[in-house]
């Protein structure tokens, strides 16, 4: 099994850059596609960036292309979100995810979820 407990988030200006990170326990991290996902208040948790189990590969949502980019480190067992131009519809409360193939992107196809960590953009 993972744990994974997400830290970084805070309050920022439109404009602003954040670095969010996902520490994972355990040893089979490697092993795992990891993935952002975000919830705002009264939306649907939705999917912003994956990336597979070495790395290679990456995917984002539309709306965070060219200014959210996922990573990982697999020998610190962490992944992370560095996230630039940060608007206010950023706003949400972020998810880092652990899937046993890459190229997931639906919440349901994870299997292990940290709790969380705010990040919430001001105008």
């Known amino acids: 099994q993972v744990q994974l407990v997400e830290s970084g988030g805070g309050l920022v200006q439109a404009g602003d850059s954040l670095r969010l990170s996902c520490a994972a326990s355990g040893r089979t991290f490697s092993n795992y596609a990891m993935g952002w996902f975000r919830q705002a208040p009264g939306k649907e948790r939705e999917f912003v960036a994956g990336?597979?189990?070495?790395?290679?590969?990456?995917l984002y949502t539309d709306s965070v292309k060219g200014r959210f980019t996922i990573s990982r480190d697999n020998a610190k067992n962490t992944v992370y979100l560095q996230m630039n131009s940060l608007k206010p519809e950023d706003t949400a409360v972020y998810y880092c995810?652990?899937?046993?193939?890459?190229?997931?992107?639906?919440?349901?196809?994870?299997?292990?979820w940290g709790q969380g960590t705010q990040v919430t953009v001001s105008s």
């Open positions: 995810a652990a899937a046993t193939v890459t190229g997931r992107t639906a919440e349901s196809e994870y299997d292990y």
């Open positions: 990336i597979s189990w070495r790395g290679r590969f990456t």
